[in-house]
Every structure is written in structure tokens, then in C-alpha cells.
């Protein structure tokens, strides 16, 4: 598995509000994993989008694909105190998980 | 919902003696992960294993380090003698084979909290 670059690095919003996190990468993939991870804590799996697909949705989330530009983003609607966490995206395909800084959101109630 | 558990949840040890960090893979899982997050930094991948053998290591996992699958429902982690910076949140995870042969999605235990004094 090959990192991805998450953006932005940190984020604080307002409870209700949406939240917006983008990650890039460089090589081609079979998959796209999003992870969340409160504080010292594990990490969550949220999401799976697979590279013919464009747009995913659960629950809140939103998660599209762009493979021409190597890009995909997690949309977090009508965020939640609880929403509070890091984010990290890591592609699939093969067994390692890498996993870069995060984008940390902060969601204040 | 199956999930990965993992014992104990914090362990003290003095420097130079073996841990052991144990696991419960989901039951139906065959890929089986441990990782480490030392405090403040990054989740690091140690080893993957997979048909009763290691099937990727990182530079992290040197010979101090050894994985272990001794019955049909635990994965273990031993670090023979711990060293100071071994301190860290262990994780283990586990997926399935996916419809390719390869591993599907990680769903990752709530950690190990292992403290070398």
C-alpha cells in the first residue's frame, strides 16, 4: 500500500456545520480506505471506495474518487462533537497500511 | 458486530524483559496485522501474516520481534527483551481475503498500551 497526503492538516469547525478532508496519492490503485482515530485510540475503518467507483455514501459520509487526478475527498455532514478525531486515507490493494499525518478535525460544540 | 480484542490493555514492563501482546482476530479473517503509534507520531506498520507465515515486515520488525499464531483464534506479538523505546500503542488488525485473493479491508483492535520503564 502506498501513503496518502491528507489535507488540510487541521481542521476546527462548528457542530452542525460540514467538514471537508482531501487526500492524494500517487500510484494507481484497487482501492481507497478511509480510517478515523480519536485520541489513543485504534482506528476505525469508515469507508471503502473501489477505483470504478466515483461517489460512496454512509450515513454521513461521502467519500468520492477522481483517479484521473489521484484524489479523493471525505465529506462529513452535519458534524458531531463526537466527529472530533484524526483522518486518515491509505490505499488497498495489497497487505501494509501506511498511513500519513492525518487531517484532525475538531468539532466544537 | 465481530470485532478484534486484544490483551491486556496497558502493560508495565522493565526494560530487557519479554512481552507477549495477545489478539483475537475476527473468526472468519486470515490476514492478520500488528502495528505500533508511538505517542505522538504516526500508526507504523510492524508485519503482516498470512498462511501461517510472515508475509511482509517492516525495518521496524527486527529479530527482537516475532508473531505467533498458536491455536486457531489468537495472534500474538513478542518482543523478547524491550527496550526503552519500544514504548508504544500496539494494534493489531485483521481482514479477509478479498474476491482477488488479496487482503480486504483492516479492522483494527483498540490497542495495547505498552510502557518499557
Known amino acids: 500500500s502506498q501513503q496518502g497526503e491528507e489535507d488540510p492538516q487541521a481542521l476546527s469547525i462548528q457542530e452542525g456545520e460540514n467538514a471537508t478532508m482531501n487526500c492524494s496519492y500517487k500510484?494507481?490503485?484497487?482501492?481507497l480506505q478511509w480510517y478515523r482515530q480519536n485520541s489513543g485510540r485504534g482506528l476505525v475503518h469508515l469507508i471503502l471506495?473501489?477505483?470504478?467507483?466515483r461517489e460512496k455514501h454512509s450515513g454521513r459520509l461521502r467519500v468520492t474518487l477522481d483517479t484521473s487526478k489521484k484524489s479523493s475527498s471525505l465529506l462529513i455532514t452535519a458534524s458531531r462533537a463526537a466527529d472530533t478525531a484524526s483522518y486518515f486515507c491509505?490505499?488497498?490493494?495489497?497487505?501494509?497500511?501506511?498511513f500519513g499525518k492525518g487531517t484532525k478535525l475538531t468539532v466544537n460544540p | 458486530e465481530p470485532e478484534v480484542t486484544q490483551t491486556p490493555s496497558h502493560q508495565v514492563t522493565q526494560m530487557g524483559q519479554e512481552v507477549i501482546l495477545r489478539c483475537v482476530p475476527i473468526s472468519n479473517h486470515l490476514y492478520f496485522y500488528w502495528y505500533r503509534q508511538i505517542l505522538g507520531q504516526k500508526v507504523e506498520f510492524l508485519v503482516s501474516?498470512?498462511?501461517?507465515?510472515?508475509?511482509?515486515k517492516s525495518e521496524i520488525f527486527d529479530d527482537q520481534f516475532s508473531v505467533e499464531r498458536p491455536d486457531g483464534s489468537n495472534f500474538t506479538l513478542k518482543i523478547r527483551s524491550t527496550k526503552l523505546e519500544d514504548s508504544a500503542m500496539y494494534f493489531c488488525a485483521s481482514s479477509e481475503v478479498g474476491l482477488a485473493g488479496e487482503a480486504d479491508t483492516q479492522y483494527f483492535g483498540p490497542g495495547t498500551r505498552l510502557t518499557v520503564l
Open positions: 471506495i473501489r477505483s470504478n467507483e
Open positions: 500510484t494507481s490503485i484497487n482501492n
Open positions: 491509505s490505499q488497498g490493494g495489497s497487505e501494509k497500511l501506511v
Open positions: 501474516f498470512y498462511n501461517n507465515e510472515i508475509s511482509e
